[in-house]
């Protein structure tokens, strides 16, 4: 699987839907996606199953860090290749480490991730079971 | 009836100018705000009347009660949050943590602590936003983005703000931004330099470098060119009053506090040249005045611990993830924020594994894996009180609509009373 | 009722020297003997007696400038864990826990001021743009009656009015920002320097130019005190001088003093600003010089901000003196500065007996206590936590009251510094009367605080029974009894119980038409909104307004 830096961060969408709850539709779309540069979104098509990216086919992926995972839309941005940002919320949340080398600020940016593309399934829930361990 | 002059409690931005109208007891309309502060007021409705003990409702008495005896009997209880609630409330949580003899961190553990510890370090030059707008002609925006977190800060603090020396706003400014990633902030700059990910402790290093006149036998440092570094020192040591905003860019990635270390010690040493200052994008609205008051109570602005009877301050040890990701605090008071959405996975779900309390107006994630939800009301609201801008100047928070929920200040005090007995 | 009896009672404002006295109180305040046409509730019954034969009886302290609270202070907190950590303080069923040394926490603070019998504590610095946070922590400092000064020296409205020849304006001014801020008095600091320092400079003469306004120190000094003795302020403008720490500044603050031209002044941690020698060569003492034009005039009071050997903090709103200090330190260092008011820093140091420049800085503060004549014109303070913390105000006293001592400091000094100074021949030694002077009577009169500093009929019963100790140092610095508005509130050193003091702050009128003008002054010069600008009453849980003349 293709492997990226991540980096995490607030949007103005996440921002915005946040006040309208946590368990909104809004919140989970701000937060549930990750984007990526169209040259690696490219790349992951062709590895991706048939239909993967079509119209109708979705655009969803898995995310995985050594921490754990999380099914994400994907969007296309102007990031530099080889960096993928998922906005803060219950996903970022799931592939960021505890460990805060005695600072107590975890290890939020430059985490190594792997990005898996996926057959559409149904969006994921925030909280605690937002993505598995 | 129209409300003027009000302060929006959302970010570290504490825009005052915020014009709110009222009918019948709610919020129908606002004019001034940005659009999450616009959200933040629209949707400010009343969460749950009643506290819920095991999920279940009950009465304030009774959810009191409960909360009491959890945390007495707890042997390390954790209080935690406080960056969005009043600085009259964060007052009296200390006050508690005094009396349990517990932790208190607030979300600066999980923000610009790592500032805290720079600027503990190194100091730190800075102002109030008012000399920005006045004086900056070269501002600065390094790992922070705010056209997204701070949506009305270039408008009224630093890029299109028009000053006293800088009236014609944006063309009297050279806006820099560096960050790894292209943003809508850095659409907007004069310069961009884009550094790889966890280089910007190389990137400031070599600046101080380059500044003290040292020579460099290489092209590149941490993917940005020496000839950008050279050019945007020049900038620096030239202009007439300088700038850097920073944010989780920095404090979140690789060297962490050192890397705000550097930055700090980078915009003292420029004064040596002309006059530079800095200052950290502080995130929710009142997390400066959880500094502010757990500095002035305790000594210590974040990661505090009470057991031996005197406050004693260690990050790593003390602060919130730590304490729950190595499962060492047995109760939780999470007041005013959410970490059940913000922390790691293995830190947040401790929470859920031993007794935890919430103070919030909304049935947040964390409110969902407490064993007592007790609602407040929402600061500068329902609840008025006082907040801390990012460069800590204090604001009058004002009541506008009531709600059937206490304050925060309220309920705390509520629980030390009976705490006590 | 309560009787404090057989004491020897120290009270210069009502000329009581060490006369074996009673003192008597009810309902805070101290009231006339009982039976003798006063209140006198049917004699003790149902009171208290303290017996104090053999102690001295003294008003409670009253310090006139200490650093304590609110936004400078906290940064200094903030920035200097490895202060606090050796330093702490236990909580008990009813005080609370701390932490700090130069720079203690805000309980912290009010306890060990009360243990040390001081009841009275001005905090000498507060830009008013942040007047809400000194008041918060003022809430949040025990046991004291505290106020706060009100920086002013650099502030842009009152600059454009002294530009523009509009000084009644100014004067409507400051009786509104005093009234806003909820301060006590018009403080002064290194006026037009803060403001050039955003500028990158400083000022070094009273009639160098201010960038952007083109008005001068000497102006703005006079202007300030012409305000202050037109709205009949309780107390005088309080002034840290232009060239703090210069070599060679001893000139400028004698041409500061003979400036004010008769009108009152109190100029502030004088040790600081009586450098004589050349600028830019070594420092020798001015204090001779400064002290003589102390003496010859009598409408000029000042503290001396005694160097304390040891660790120290120095925090001021002189940003360009922070930076200084930074560079000839290489100590780490924190700038503020504050929109169209003021600015400030701070800067941990050290005070060494062996550091040819400390000492001097030493020998100087003391030489201003010795020459100068009258103890009513020279408090006692060491500017904490800039020269030393507070809580070494008890060495200072014995240092003072003790010329063996003195002699004995003398020797460990750095032998440079003992050449030049006169301090080996002066015999001096202060009394306790005068030491109730400098630290109590003095400083109230000073203040303008009519119910404070004395023990006279009516004032507030606050007052302070010492053991009568060879050792003048752990004399004062661990008190019998502290009474604050005639209640126990200290026990051999201890707190036995919790009190909250009143903040005093003055309003005087001002014309309310001066609101167009501040309206207009806002939109121009500040990020925050004109309404929300001065603190709410309900930000002072005991606020007192002290009337103006």
């Given at each position: 699987?293709p ?5 995490t ?6 921002g ?9 539709d809004?919140?989970?779309?701000a937060?549930g996606?990750v984007?990526?540069?169209h040259?690696d979104?490219e790349?992951?098509a062709?590895?991706?199953p048939?239909g993967?990216g079509?119209?109708g ?7 995985r860090?050594a ?5 994400l839309?994907l969007?296309?941005s102007?990031l530099?290749?080889g960096m993928?940002?998922v906005p803060l919320?219950?996903?970022?949340n799931?592939?960021?480490g505890?460990?805060?080398r005695g600072?107590g600020?975890?290890d939020s940016k430059?985490l ?6 996926l057959?559409t ?5 925030g909280g605690?079971?937002g993505g598995?361990v | 009836?129209?409300?003027?002059n009000v ?6 931005c504490?825009c005052d ?8 007891n709610r ?5 001034k705000?940005?659009?999450?502060s616009?959200s933040?007021?629209?949707h400010?409705?009343?969460g749950?009347?009643?506290p819920?003990?095991d999920g279940?409702?009950v009465?304030w ?7 009491a005896r959890?945390l007495a009997?707890?042997a390390?209880?954790?209080?935690y949050g406080?960056s969005s609630?009043?600085?009259e ?6 006050a ?14 999980v923000?610009h602590g790592?500032?805290t510890i720079?600027?503990?370090?190194q ?13 900056a002609d070269l501002?600065?925006f390094?790992g922070?983005?705010p056209?997204?977190?701070h949506v009305r ?10 000053g006293k020396?800088?009236p014609?706003?944006r063309?009297?400014?050279?806006v820099?931004?560096v960050?790894?990633r292209p ?5 907007t ?8 990910p966890?280089c910007?402790?190389e990137?400031?290093?070599a ?5 003290k ?5 290489v092209a590149?440092?941490?993917g940005?060119s ?5 050019d945007?020192?020049?900038r ?7 700038v850097?905003f920073f944010g989780?860019g920095?404090?979140?990635t ?5 890397n ?5 010690a980078?915009?003292?040493?420029l004064?040596?040249y ?5 200052m950290p994008?502080r995130?929710h609205?009142?997390?400066a005045g959880?500094?502010?008051?757990l500095t002035w109570q305790?000594g210590?602005?974040?990661?505090i611990?009470?057991?031996r ?9 003390f602060t ?7 499962q060492?605090a ?5 007041i ?7 922390f790691?996975r293995?830190?947040?779900q401790?929470?859920?594994?031993i ?6 107006p909304e ?7 407490a ?5 407040t009301a929402?600061y500068?609201?329902?609840a008025?009180?006082t907040?801390?801008r990012m ?10 609509v ?17 705490v006590?007995? | 009722m309560i009787?404090i009896?057989n004491?020897e ?9 060490g006369?074996?006295r ?6 805070g305040?101290?009231?006339?003997p009982?039976g003798l046409g ?7 019954e ?8 053999g ?5 409670g302290g009253?310090d ?9 202070v906290?940064?200094?907190r903030k920035?200097r864990p490895e202060?606090?950590?050796d330093?702490v303080?236990?909580r008990?069923a009813y005080?609370?826990?701390?932490s ?7 309980f912290?603070?009010g306890?060990?001021y009360?243990?040390?019998?001081y009841t009275?504590v ?6 008013p743009?942040v ?5 918060e ?13 009100i920086?002013?020296?650099?502030n842009?409205?009152?600059m454009k ?6 000084r ?10 005093l ?8 403080k002064i600091?290194n006026?037009g320097g803060?403001?050039n320092?955003k500028w990158?400079?400083?000022v ?9 306004f ?6 703005i000094v006079?202007?300030l005190a012409w305000i202050n003795d ?7 403008p ?7 720490g210069?070599?060679?500044?001893a ?6 003093i003979?400036?004010?031209?008769g009108h ?6 004088l040790?600081f600003?009586s450098?004589?020698?050349e600028?830019?060569k ?10 003589r034009?102390?003496n010859?005039?009598?409408n000029v009071?000042?503290?001396v ?7 120290a903090t120095t925090m001021?709103?002189?940003g360009?003196?922070q930076y200084?200090l930074h560079q000839?330190?290489?100590n780490?260092?924190i700038n503020?500065?504050v ?5 400030g ?13 400390n000492?001097?800085q030493w020998l100087?503060g003391?030489?201003?206590f ?6 009513w014109?020279?408090f006692l303070t060491?500017?904490h936590p800039?020269?030393?913390?507070f ?10 009251m003790d ?5 004995e400091m003398?020797e460990?000094i750095h032998?440079?510094a003992?050449?030049g100074t006169?301090?080996?021949e002066?015999?001096?030694e202060?009394?306790l009367?005068?030491?109730?002077i400098v ?9 303008g605080?009519?119910?404070?500093g004395?023990?006279g009929?009516?004032a507030?019963?606050d007052v ?8 003048k140092e ?18 051999d ?7 909250q003091g009143r ?6 009128p001002?014309?309310?038409g001066?609101e167009?003008d ?9 990020t925050?909104?004109f309404d929300?600008?001065p603190?709410?009453p309900?930000y002072?849980?005991?606020g ?6």
């Open positions: 699987m492997k990226f830096i991540l980096i961060g607030r949007t103005t969408g996440q915005e839907a946040l006040h309208k709850g946590k368990e909104s809004e919140y989970r779309q937060t996606l984007e990526m540069n040259l979104r790349r992951l062709s590895l991706a048939q993967w079509e119209p086919g979705g655009q969803r992926v898995r995310v860090t921490f754990g995972e999380a099914e839309e969007r296309e102007d530099p290749e993928i940002f919320g219950p996903a970022a799931a592939l960021i505890a460990e805060t600072t600020m975890p430059g190594e991730a792997e990005v898996e593309p057959v399934s149904p969006p994921k829930l605690i079971e598995i | 009836m129209k409300i003027e302060v929006c409690p959302f970010c570290g504490l100018d915020i014009v709110v109208e009222v009918e019948d919020i129908t309309a606002v004019t705000t940005c659009s999450v616009r933040f007021f629209l400010a409705h009343t749950p009347a009643h819920t003990v279940q409702e009465e008495p009774e959810a009191l009660d409960v909360t959890i009997d707890s390390s209880p954790l209080i406080l609630t009043a600085s409330a964060q007052r009296k949580a200390i508690l943590a005094d009396l349990l003899g517990a932790s208190i961190d607030s979300t600066s553990s923000c790592p500032t720079g600027i503990q370090n100091g730190e030059p800075t102002c109030t936003l008012g000399e920005v707008k006045h004086r501002v600065v390094w922070c983005n056209a997204e977190a800060h270039f408008a009224r603090y630093s890029v299109s703000a028009r020396l800088t014609q706003g063309k009297d400014r050279t820099v931004v960050d790894v943003t809508r902030s850095s659409r700059a004069d310069v961009f330099l884009q550094p790889r966890g910007d402790y990137v400031l290093t600046m101080r470098a380059l500044l006149g040292e020579t460099s036998d590149e440092v941490g940005v020496v000839a950008q570094l050279v945007l020192l020049e620096m040591k030239s202009c007439r009053f300088g850097i989780m920095v404090t979140q690789g060297g962490k506090y050192l705000i270390a550097e930055l700090l980078l915009v003292a040493e004064n040596a002309t006059r530079f200052t800095t994008m995130g609205g009142n997390v959880a500094d502010c008051t305790t210590y602005p974040f990661a611990n009470f057991a009877g005197y406050p004693q301050y260690n990050p790593g040890e919130a993830v730590d304490l729950l990701a190595r060492e047995d109760a939780a008071l999470i005013a924020s959410d970490p059940v959405a913000h790691p293995r830190a947040a401790w929470l859920s594994q007794p935890t309390i919430v103070l919030d049935v947040n994630l964390t409110a969902r894996e064993r007592v939800v007790l609602p929402v500068g609201v329902s008025a009180g907040a801390y460069d800590n100047v204090p604001l009058p928070l004002k009541k506008i009531d709600s059937p929920q206490p304050t925060d200040e309220q309920v705390l005090d509520w629980i030390i009373e009976r006590k007995t | 009787g009896i004491g009672v120290y009270d210069p404002q009502n000329g009581i020297n006369e074996v009673d003192i008597w109180i009810e309902d305040k101290i009231a006339s009982p006063g209140t006198g509730g049917g004699g003790t149902g009171g208290q007696i303290i017996d104090a034969a102690l001295v009886v003294m008003p009253v006139i400038h200490s650093h304590i609270v609110g936004a400078k906290n940064a200094g920035f202060d606090h950590r330093h303080r236990s008990t005080t609370r826990s701390g700090g040394y130069t720079v203690p926490s805000t912290m603070t306890y060990g009360a243990e040390m019998g009275t001005m905090e000498a610095a507060t830009a743009l007047a809400r946070h000194t008041h922590e003022l809430d949040d400092t025990p046991m004291v009656d505290k106020g706060a000064f920086t002013m020296g650099n842009h409205f009152i009015c002294i530009r523009d020849g509009q009644e304006k100014a004067r409507h001014y400051v009786a509104w920002l009234g806003a801020s909820k301060g006590y008095a018009i600091v006026p803060v403001e320092w990158g400079r400083n070094g003469e009273l009639d160098d130019e201010v960038i952007g083109g008005v001068t120190p000497r102006q006079t202007t037109e709205l009949g302020l309780p107390h005088m309080h002034i840290h001088g232009i060239n703090l210069q070599t060679g500044n000139r400028t603050t004698v041409e500061t003979e400036a004010l031209e009152r002044a109190h100029l502030c941690h040790q600003l450098y004589g020698g600028p830019g070594s420092i020798r003492s001015g204090a001779e010089q400064v002290a034009a102390v010859e005039h009598p009071t000042i503290d901000g005694q160097v304390v050997f040891g660790q001021t709103s002189d360009p003196l200084r000839l330190s290489g780490k260092w503020d500065d929109e169209g008011e003021t600015g820093g701070i800067v941990p140091m050290q005070y060494k007996r062996n550091n040819l420049i000492a001097v100087i003391l030489e201003l010795l020459l100068i004549d009258d103890p014109q020279v060491t500017d800039n020269a030393g913390p809580f070494c105000y008890p060495q200072v006293i014995k240092l003072l010329r063996e001592y003195r002699a003398l460990g032998r440079r003992r050449k006169l301090l080996p002066i015999d001096r202060y009394s009367y005068e030491i109730a630290t109590r009577a003095g400083t109230a009169r000073a203040l605080l009519q119910n404070k004395h023990l009929v009516g507030d019963a302070t029974i010492y053991h009568k100790l060879d050792d752990a004399m004062f610095a661990r008190p019998y009894l502290v009474l604050k508005d005639g209640q126990v509130v200290v026990r050193g201890q707190i036995v119980r919790e009190h903040t005093l702050y003055v309003a005087p001002y014309d309310p001066i167009t501040l309206r207009a002054h806002f939109e121009e010069c500040y925050v909104s929300n600008y603190v709410a309900e002072l849980s005991r007192e307004v002290i009337p103006c003349a």
